[in-house]
Nanobody
């Protein structure tokens, strides 16, 4: 089993940056595909970005491509989401997720989830 803990959320202004981190513990002997998802109030959870286990392949949602960057530090068992040029529509609870398999975008493909961290972008 793997445990995920997100941190780094907060209240920012339009155009600001935030850096979210996800600490991975438990079965860190396995290398997981890691994803970031978000859920705005009243909406479904949606894919943001994901990074594969090795020789990293990275996917981004169209809405964040060019503004957000996902990265992983396998030695530290962390995954980071650098968010720049934040917009009000980026306001959501952001979740870190893991799967033991190929990189996929669908929420249903990720069995392991963190508790989420709130990001609020104020105009």
């Amino acid at each position: 089993q793997v445990q995920l803990v997100e941190s780094g959320g907060g209240l920012v202004q339009v155009g600001d940056s935030l850096r979210l981190s996800c600490a991975v513990s438990g079965r860190t002997d396995r290398s997981y595909t890691m994803g970031w998802f978000r859920q705005a109030q009243g909406k479904s959870r949606e894919f943001v970005a994901a990074i594969s286990r090795s020789s990293p392949t990275i996917y981004y949602a169209d809405s964040v491509r060019g503004r957000f960057t996902i990265s992983r530090d396998s030695a530290k068992n962390t995954v980071t989401l650098q968010m720049n040029s934040l917009r009000p529509e980026d306001t959501a609870v952001y979740y870190c997720a893991a799967r033991d398999g190929a990189l996929l975008r669908g929420v249903v493909h990720y069995p392991h989830w963190g508790q989420g961290t709130q990001v609020i972008v104020s105009s």
